[in-house]
């Protein structure tokens, strides 16, 4: 165990990097995760994160290829992330009956030309670390990407709390009022983008997706505000972390697949949790009469 907690928290251990990009994301993972889930756009941002895959490709083709440095797989994957949410936001807001033709073909067209882009240069990145991620990869240069894709993303998203939460809840109220709710739903759709990227290295582009909702699904049981279930989020994603990356060391297992894994574990405890007092309240030996129904999130 003091091996362990000597490669979490020392600087150069092993687990130090991840750990602090997993800490600065889970931040944003509170806030933003929160969004998508009470706006139901899950399927919008799987598709970005899995179109990121093409950023990442083109980033390491170039780096080989054409000698461009500067260009790290976390800023390619950041720049396809942006080109993936303006496509589907811009097509959802002006052709809505395109929009699941239109997510469909983003999220496969990314994910193909991102396997080409690896595959034209051989033994330089595994696809396999870009999909399920790769604790190795994660470099101090790009904790400085990642911190301040992190620290712009949550600003935006608490300095505008209220903007959107009308926008989440009540889009034609929000328009009613005066707000330019379409501009608001795509700036959403990139923030969840920068959220992507801010953690595709630890849990990967194909299970990142879980980790933005899970930990907002789980705190949304028992939230009565959304901006109690931004923190109450934020807490069980950085505790989901820490657990999946002390585990993944000691169990000598992938560290994305156990983050994931104890999310989901937690999530399941959590709902079967959230429903003992219904099943009490049927029972009419133990309590009279049902608890009344938790009002839904408020600001």
Same mark, same amino acid.
């Given at each position: ?16 990097? +991840? ?5 600065? !994301?889970?931040?944003?993972?509170? &806030? &933003? ?14 598709? %970005? ?16 290829? *054409?000698?461009? #440095? *500067? ?22 807001? #002006? ?11 983003? @999220?496969? %067209? ?29 470099? /101090?240069?790009?904790? *400085? ?5 992190? !620290? ?18 009540? #889009? #034609?109220?929000? /328009? ?23 953690? $595709?290295? %630890? ?11 899970? +930990?907002? @699904? ?8 959304? *901006?109690?279930? $931004? ?7 950085? !505790?989901? &972390? ?16 156990? %983050? ?21 309240? /049927?029972?009419?030996? /133990?309590?009279?009469? $049902? ?5 839904? +999130?408020?600001?």
């Amino acid at each position: 165990m003091g091996d362990v907690v000597r490669q979490l928290l020392l600087p150069g251990g092993i687990l130090f990097l +991840p750990f602090v990009v997993g800490l600065m !994301g889970s931040l944003t993972f509170g &806030v &933003v995760g929160s969004y998508v889930t009470v706006r139901r756009i899950t399927y919008v941002a799987a598709a %970005i994160s899995h179109s990121v895959l093409a950023g990442v490709g083109f980033a390491v083709f170039a780096r080989h290829h *054409w000698g461009l #440095e *500067w260009l790290s797989p976390v800023l390619g994957a950041f720049l396809a992330a942006v080109v993936a949410a303006l496509i589907i936001g811009q097509v959802t807001l #002006e052709a809505e009956h395109l929009g699941d033709s239109v997510i469909s073909a983003v @999220m496969v %067209i990314g994910m193909a030309s991102g396997v080409l882009f690896l595959a034209r240069t051989p033994g330089y990145y595994s696809p396999m670390s870009a999909l399920f991620g790769d604790i190795l990869l994660v470099s /101090r240069r790009d904790l *400085w990407v990642i911190g301040g894709i992190n !620290g712009a993303t949550l600003l935006a998203g608490v300095l505008y709390y209220r903007k959107f939460l009308a926008v989440c809840f009540d #889009e #034609e109220y929000a /328009r009613l009022r005066g707000l330019p709710a379409n501009l608001y739903f795509l700036s959403l759709l990139l923030l969840a983008a920068f959220t992507v990227v801010a953690m $595709m290295q %630890i849990v990967g582009i194909v299970m990142v997706i879980a980790l933005l909702t899970l +930990p907002a @699904m789980t705190a949304l049981l028992f939230a009565r505000r959304l *901006w109690h279930c $931004m923190v109450a989020s934020a807490c069980l994603c950085a !505790g989901c &972390v820490t657990g999946g990356l002390v585990l993944s060391y000691c169990l000598d297992l992938p560290s994305g697949p156990v %983050i994931v894994v104890l999310a989901g574990m937690v999530y399941l405890v959590a709902a079967l949790a959230s429903r003992l007092p219904l099943r009490r309240a /049927r029972n009419p030996g /133990r309590i009279a009469a $049902m608890p009344p129904a938790d009002p839904p +999130p408020q600001a």
